[in-house]
């Protein structure tokens, strides 16, 4: 099992080598192959997650290989409670793709096949690399394929919403890339030579006036890909042309490379700065919240209605990481595979409608529950997820987000829950809209039921809708000692910082400042815990 994560990694990308030397007129075999090696993908990391130490705060399953040794870089990978269940929710969503489009996409199979598995790869790559540079190329490497699904496979405007979505990524990527630089040479000066592991890089003292330029380098790439308001307007345009698999993808994957990379690095690289900007980041993540519930309020393309609510529910997500408590950021992590889930399969079932009506507007619609009794089952169920109705997932997410934020922003707390109020407002009206009261329109008496393969994508986005709701300790047990690291990491970060601006107390003999308070409001976490690097053995 020691290799477990590369095979994970590269097993999408050796399918889509074979996929390459198939003949185009074997759709079904393309279609087979892709779907079989999403299907094993995730069975291996299935096994990780089995296998997985729930009292483990540090990254395991570790890898670790020289790659480029005069510059320090090495092909690193682990996974820790933070980044298990990201990765468990990309080799879900795969095989759901592929499912919900067996029958939809008839022009170059093959092509879609191979940028969806190669995106795959790098996404999960993201979640796994424990070198900035390799988490880097893998961040960067998402970006062609969904290029190209949105370029190639969209609709008639595809072209503007593709080269929109490859220009704002790419500008904050760039910036970045600038950081890691500038990061690797104060590692070099520390040590004496460049290392871009993070595990080495969380133990840099940065001047905070540093700090704050490579939190907003770093800060602006994440928030691009969330995306935070107001750096949001490409996202509406890249869901409306992609197809189905493209917005399930970017909904329910590609979007929380965002809010990861905050995680991952923002708060235990920039202490000091992510105290002094977490009130900034909260004021816009809550704008984003209230915007984009009231924007999906008057939407009359479903599609759209759905992308601007991704707006507004990862908005809860920023909201829950810059509270910087241990309650509120277990909710974030939670609620990030939640919007996966729950907004993934809201894509994927406006898919299906599409595909047998062609068109997305609501006022074409009316009375669908009688002649798609099925399909409207998933659809409501998916929606009481979505809006968070106790007994889903959505619940968990928002109730610990919500609760823990308010321990050290009430105010911003308070305005926030009206986006919750505000959701189950759009969501149940499409609803309402979409299937029920009279027929009005003659096209909608036959439409065809939703078939195997929808159901097939769509059984297992349920259960675990449910389960979560029931049982959410199966995740968060595996994600709280990890979270207690990154809090750990945060908080001495901070006292180091201090040291070096003040040269005399820590914060941890000071009184906490007021801006700082959701950092070092917790106290030290129990012996044993707390001395070691993330990234330093199991």
Known sequence: MNNILSWIVWLPIAAAVILAFFPRNAVTAIKSLGLGASIVTFGLSFVVVQLFQDSVATFQFVESHTWIPQWGIRYALGVDGIAIWLVMLTTLLTPVVFLSSWNAIHKHPKEYVIAFLIMEAAMIGVFMATDILVFYVFFELTLLPMYLVIGVWGGANRI??????????????????LGIIYLAFLQYHDVGRPDFSIAHLYGLSIPMHTQAILFAAFALAFAIKVPLFPLHTWLPDAHVEAPTGGSIILAGVMLKMGTYGFLRFCLPLFPDA????????????????????????????????????????????VLGIFALNQTAIEGSILQMVNHGLSTGALFLLVGVIYERRHTRMLADYGGLAATMPLYATFFVITVLSSVGLPGLNGFVGEFLILAGSFKTHPTATIIAAAGVVLAAIYLLWLVQRVFFGPVTKEENRSVPEIAWNEVAAMVPLVVLMVWIGVHPNTFLRKMSPSVQKLMTTVQKGGQRGQVMVAGALTRRSAAPSPRGRGIWQRGPLPSGEGGRRPGEGR
């Open 160 to 177: 503007y919403a593709a080269i929109k979505f490859f220009l704002f990524t790419i500008s904050g990527s760039l910036l970045m890339l």
């Open 274 to 317: 992510t105290a002094k900007y977490a009130k900034l980041m909260i004021i816009l993540a809550v704008i984003g919240v209230i915007y984009g519930a009231l924007v999906s309020w008057v939407q009359p393309d479903m599609k759209k209605l759905v992308a601007y609510s991704s707006v507004s529910h990862l908005g809860f997500c």
